[in-house]
Every structure is written in C-alpha cells, then in structure tokens.
C-alpha cells in the first residue's frame, strides 16, 4: 500500500533518484562502467609500484571479488522488504540500523565519496585538458591549471541542470565508451613502448617508512578504483519492478556486464603499465606515455568526455540529498529556480575546492581509503548481517566477517598514506598555482 500523501507523490516525483523510473538493463551496465571505471584506472599502475608484483595482484583480484560480492548484496537488499524499494543508501542504512542511526552512519560517509570523487574528478578533468593543450601545442604559452579546472567546471554548471539519472543516460554512455577506450590506450600504448631498458620493480622509497607509508597509500588508491558503491542503490531506483519481474534481475545482468568491463580496463592497464615502467610510472599513466604525440592527446581528451559523465553520476545524489533538504525540511518549492540555484553552488564548491588542493595521487589515497573502504568493503556485509542474521559459523556468516574485517584494516591505514603524501607534495605548492 502507498501511503504518500498527493503532495508527498508530487516531491518525489519531482526529486532525482525517483522521478523516472523507465531505465532498461543496459542503462545500469554503462552507469556502474561510468560511476567505476574512472580516474583510479590511471593510477593503479603508480599503485602496483608502491604494492610490487605479489601484494599488487593479489590485492587487486581480492577487491574485484569483494566489491562484485558486496555490490550482489546491495542489489539484493534494494526490494527486501515487499511492496518497498529502498531508493537510496541511506534508507538501507536506517531500515538496518534505525531511523536516526542509519542516517548519521550512511550519510556522511557516502557524502565524503560522493563530494570527494567530484573534486578529484574537477581535479582529474582539469589536470587532463591541460595534458592535452601542452601535447597539442609544446610551444604555446603556459597556462595555470588553475584555468583548465574552471574550463572543466563550466561544462557542469549546464549538465546539472539535468533532472535524473536518466535523462544523463547519453552522457553516461559517452563515458563508458571513453573510459574503456582510454584504458585500452594506456595499456597499449605501453604494451608498443615495451620493457624500458632501465626499468626498476623494486619499490620507489629508498626509506622503509617511505615504502610502508607508499603501501599504505596504494591501497587507497585501489579503493578508489572500486567505487560504484555509493550510487547503486540510486541506480536500481531507476529500473521499473513488479512482483513478477523484480528490478533486482536486470540490475545484477547490468553489474555483470559492468564488472567485465571494469576487469578488461584494470587489469591490462595496472600490469603492463608497471611491467612496462617499473616504479618510474607517474600517478596518471597518461603523463608517464608522450609518444605517439596525437594518441595521448586522443587519450586525454577521452578522460574528460569520462570524467565529465562520472561527475554526473555522482553529483545525482548529492544532488538528490540537497534537494530533500530544501523541499522537505525546509519547505522551499520545488522548481527551476531552486534546482538552478542549489545545483549551481554545489558546482562552484567542488571547483573552488579542486583549484585550492590539486594533490591527485594523495587525494585518491586518502579518499580511497576513508570513505570508500567502509561504503564499498564492509558496510553492505554489516547490513546483510544484521538484516539476514545468518546462522553462526555458516558460510555466509564467515565470507562477511572476513569482508569487513579486511575492510576495516583498509580504512585504517590507506587514509595514513594518503595524508603523508598530501603532506610530502603540499611542501613544494603554492596556493591557486
């Protein structure tokens, strides 16, 4: 039965996450590619060079099993209880552990991820068209990366104006073409230049506390890699469900779909470009490669048509949670105006934010490890135990308890790593450069 009143019909026909629900399967596929495969990409063979080839691998494999059996719980979840749909993170949480406590649990944490990846991907956008300016033309005068950053920006002061996950369907398919183009570039472009004579595989500290912390950080920024997390929930809000033919089914075909693709992009990508480097690759793969000249200005310029959509993707529910907020606690009315206003400011946050701090390899690590590892890594496990309540000692019982335990320990110390090396670069920065 549906309790809402007319008015309470009417607001979340309005909001984001709930106001279309007619998405197809494929929809949610080249969503999770977008909102996954993005920047950490270009980092995991910087990130392999601070693991080594044993610890690289391994961590590696064990986080695409953990994140595709976490994120199978979460699919799961969504429609748990009959005639219900739990249309966003934070009504998991609160169905879990509370009204209140759900929320003070979820929310700052997936708001952490969820702000966080747009302001590494201001960062990341910024950082790529520059790459491409400098490629296409090495004589040209210089200009700050400061103005590549509000170039990027702009582009999303239109975009945001566009009401739901839906209606960003092209841009996401755009991005999830991109994102396996580029990745295919990285490693193939690195598969052409081959073993580098003096390449090196032992790790890039001379210190031991510089290779703990270097270890520490990495794991971070695989974190980082595996992050669709945060916007599943949302995602699934999308696709139409009956009794008989519940969303959960196209859901999990579309998150099976995507994490092929996620294995085709990481994988290749993390092992050549370290084969082919050692530990002299950069903290973005595309900046260590610069020949052949017009492929890696090709590759950049796919990095932001990527980054550009994968904003969007998780610029929604924020989006979503302002928009609550304003009309539902706040009483303003819905609108043009308050959308424009509302989303416009968030924008120009994340852009001010990203010109003040543009560590990106630091970043990653720190926001990998401590935001990403708990919505990621373990806290669909602690909603699945206290949901399910699986017998003790069973399998189920045991997967979880491995998955959170591993999880906690990847909060603890990637955000350690990720902090020292903000700190290391932030010696030589000078504020707005």
């Not at 582009?155 to 295919?184: D, R, W």
């Not at 990527?306 to 819905?334: C, N, R, W």
């Not at 010109?355 to 699945?384: D, E, K, Q, V």
Request: proline share 5%; charged share 15%; hydrophobic share 50%.
């Amino acid at each position: 039965m549906d309790e809402r009143t007319d008015k309470q019909k009417a607001i979340d026909e309005w909001l984001p996450i709930t106001s279309s629900r007619n998405a197809k399967w494929w929809y949610s596929s080249f969503h999770n590619v977008t909102a996954m495969v993005g920047a950490g990409v270009l980092s995991l063979p910087y990130a392999m060079s601070q693991l080594g080839w044993g610890p690289g691998i391994a961590v590696l494999i064990l986080s695409w099993i953990i994140t595709l059996y976490t994120l199978w719980q979460m699919v799961e979840m969504h429609e748990m209880v009959p005639g219900k749909r739990f249309d966003r993170y934070h009504e998991l949480g609160q169905h879990a552990f509370g009204e209140k406590l759900g929320l003070y649990i979820v929310v700052p944490q997936q708001l952490v991820v969820e702000v966080g990846v747009n302001i590494v991907y201001m960062v990341t956008g910024g950082r790529s068209l520059k790459k491409f300016h400098d490629t296409v033309c090495p004589n040209c005068k210089d200009i700050k990366l400061t103005y590549f950053i509000m170039i990027f920006a702009s582009v999303h002061f239109f975009l945001s104006q566009l009401p739901n996950l839906n209606s960003i369907s092209g841009v996401s398919l755009a991005a999830a073409v991109m994102s396996l183009s580029y990745s295919t570039i990285a490693w193939g472009a690195s598969v052409d230049k081959g073993k580098q004579p003096d390449v090196q595989y032992d790790y890039r500290s001379s210190s031991t506390a510089g290779n703990v912390f270097g270890f520490f950080n990495a794991l971070g920024e695989v974190a980082f890699a595996f992050a669709g997390h945060n916007v599943v929930l949302e995602i699934q809000a999308t696709i139409p469900s009956t009794p008989e033919k519940p969303s959960k089914k196209p859901m999990w075909k579309g998150v099976v779909v995507a994490y092929l693709v996620v294995a085709i992009c990481y994988f290749p990508c993390a092992l050549i470009g370290y084969w082919a480097f050692g530990n002299s690759v950069d903290d973005n793969i595309l900046i260590t490669l610069e020949k052949p000249t017009w492929l890696i200005a090709t590759a950049n310029m796919m990095v932001v048509v990527h980054v550009i959509g994968s904003y969007q993707i998780y610029a929604m529910p924020v989006f979503d949670m302002i928009e609550t907020v304003l009309v539902k606690k706040l009483h303003f009315p819905p609108g043009f105006t308050l959308r424009l206003i509302a989303r416009s400011v968030y924008v120009a946050f994340t852009m001010f934010i990203a010109i003040s701090f543009p560590f990106f390899g630091g970043l990653l690590g720190f926001f990998g490890g401590f935001a990403f590892a708990p919505t990621t890594y373990f806290l669909p496990c602690i909603m699945w135990l206290a949901l399910y309540k699986p017998r003790k000692y069973s399998l189920s019982w045991c997967i979880n308890w491995i998955c959170i335990i591993l999880g906690l320990m990847l909060m603890i110390v990637s955000p350690i790593g990720g902090l020292r090396q903000i700190i290391v670069q932030a010696n030589s920065y000078k504020f707005f450069s």
